[in-house]
């Protein structure tokens, strides 16, 4: 690795950069997690984190990473042999709908071109169609991490009510959550799947399931195998401040001052940034005259755009050349986009002139592969940047 100088540029999609107020908050001494001083951080956390999942609903907070908190989600609320709905709308959709075979679940799964989000109408038909209720879950991938694509979930949620039918609704928010207007109690949203590595500028190490008063009811039947990932006696211990067993004591420090960060800059304000810095990065792309993977300009990601790049161009040779020369990590293409995408991520503790840095580090780099592009992206993005 040749030697950088300066801080490197994480702009994949999550993990993403730790504010220095959080990583001095996680460097605090770890406490004793049965002491009164903890009981005071855990309730604290607890009261706080519901708001950025748009619930006034307990949120469960594992150590864990994102991939837990979906097993969570499928394990207290499904029995087995249940049969869920899916939708392959990317590399996240298609491992978690992978997940719930395993655990011994029937999966009903949708393709999609990968370009698009969840199709509502789609949803409407089969909800329709199934009226003898087989299916229990609905599970939606809100942003899907390899594609860009935001599923629009309140409109999911309106198929689901004019079908009449009662499956659950399970929403995975890794890569939204505290970065893209998302709300699990307007959009009767039944288990909230979330993890700490990306909008809520945390390392990775924990994961969330926001829980509706239907998903706990349904708990109290699901027959799944679970033990670690078991809602009830975390909710139990909860309501005094604690975990039934040790948890990420210094990790829920820098979420608390994560959480204080995101109150103080305002939740529709962190929505508005992410939207904004993904406009100005679409404007980038288009004076390059490449293409946002994302079709749909309804469902376009505020925290990530994937890049395509043209035919006879390797996008990972693209990613080490601009890794090799400028310090800066991008996204890879996964699963059946490999090489034929960059993902740039743009959320987390993010602002105009990291945006500028980055594109100038994409526009710099595309150049030096030899991909033929026209070298106005970065000043089309500036200008986005100065008009707003
Ligand atoms: C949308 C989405 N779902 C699930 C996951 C899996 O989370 P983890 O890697 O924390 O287990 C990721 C990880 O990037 C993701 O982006």
Redesign the pocket.
Known sequence: MPLHTGRHFLQIP?PTNVPDRVLAAIAQPTIDHRGPEFAELGREVLAELPEVFGTTQPVVVYPG???GA?EAALVNTLSPGDTVLAFETGH?ALLWKAMASALGLEVRSVPTDWRHGVDSEAVESILSEDTTHEIKAVCV?H???STGVTSRVGDVRRAMDAAGHPALLLV?T??SLASIDYRHDEWGVDVTVG?S?KGLMLP?GLGFNAVSDKALAASRDASLPKSYWDWEPILAANLNGFWPYTPATNLLYGLKTALEMLKEEGLPQVFARHQRHAAATRAAVEAWGLEVLCADEREHSGSLTAVLVPEGVDADEVRRVILDRFDMSLGTGLGRLAGTVFRIGHLGHFNDLTLAGTLSGVQMGLQLAGVKIDPSGVAAALTVLEQQ
Do not use: L
Request: hydrophobic letters at 25%; a negative charge; zero cysteines.
């Open positions: 999550g990473s994102g991939t979906w996240f991938v942003n899907e991490t995975d890794i890569s993890g590595q990775p």
